[in-house]
């Protein structure tokens, strides 16, 4: 089942921040976290790999509820280079293998 | 280092013609997928091969076929295009467990007449 990602869109202003949620039915282990621009493939951002771990990539941060069974993105001081498409995933299958993302987020940060 | 390679990266079909998608990867991991991406939406998983030898059906496996040729070679078979299947099409690879990071190819544009 793929992960329900809020909000779908979202607009800022360079030095705003907002943050994105991802929120799945099933029990989670971890929680991976992309960035597509446009045009492009999806970047790697982080993966979260435990109930209330936060990790960072830039001033990007990331936190994850195993209870609430979601993840939080953080884009703190946003820069320009921050727009694009957020993409949460969630491992599942037998071993792990399977990884199923979300709707995406769109996000257009202005000057 | 090429990573995720995939060809082509543009191709015009007419309904109905057959068209395989390759994809290749040479950071010896062994899970490889196939994702599907249309205009404004997210990524749907297609198939995906956790190991060579092995495939398994994702979210929207209809119309398509895979084949996982070796440990490098993950290839996409639309047997009969429809314009259902216009879509840009990623191939992924990543060690395979969860905690991993995926690589993706740079996706293959699919326009079916």
């Known amino acids: 089942q793929q992960p329900v990602q809020s909000p779908q869109a979202v607009i800022l202003r360079e030095g705003e921040d907002a943050v994105i949620n991802c929120s799945s039915s099933k029990a989670l282990y971890s929680v991976h976290w992309y960035r597509q621009k446009h045009g492009e493939a999806p970047v790697f951002l982080m993966i979260l790999l435990k109930g209330g771990e936060q990790k960072g990539h830039e001033k990007i941060s990331a936190s994850f509820n195993e209870k609430k069974q979601q993840s939080s993105l953080y884009l703190t001081a946003s820069q320009l280079s921050y727009s694009g498409t957020y993409f949460c995933g969630t491992p599942g299958g037998a071993a792990g293998n399977k990884l199923t993302f979300g709707g995406g987020t769109r996000v257009l940060v202005k000057p | 280092n090429a990573g995720v390679t995939q060809t082509p990266k543009f191709q015009v079909l007419k309904t109905g013609q057959s068209m395989t998608l390759q994809c290749a990867q040479d950071m010896n991991h062994n899970s490889m997928y196939w994702y599907r991406q249309d205009p404004g939406m997210g990524l749907r998983l297609i198939y995906y091969s956790a190991s060579e030898g092995t495939t398994d059906k994702g979210e929207v496996p209809n119309g398509y076929n895979v084949s996982r040729l070796n440990k490098r070679e993950f290839s996409l078979r639309l047997e009969s295009a429809a314009p259902s299947q216009t879509s840009v099409y990623f191939c992924?690879?990543?060690?395979?467990?969860?905690?991993?990071?995926?690589?993706f190819g740079d996706g293959t544009r699919l326009s079916i007449l």
């Open positions: 992924a690879s990543r060690t395979g467990t969860g905690e991993q990071p995926q690589h």
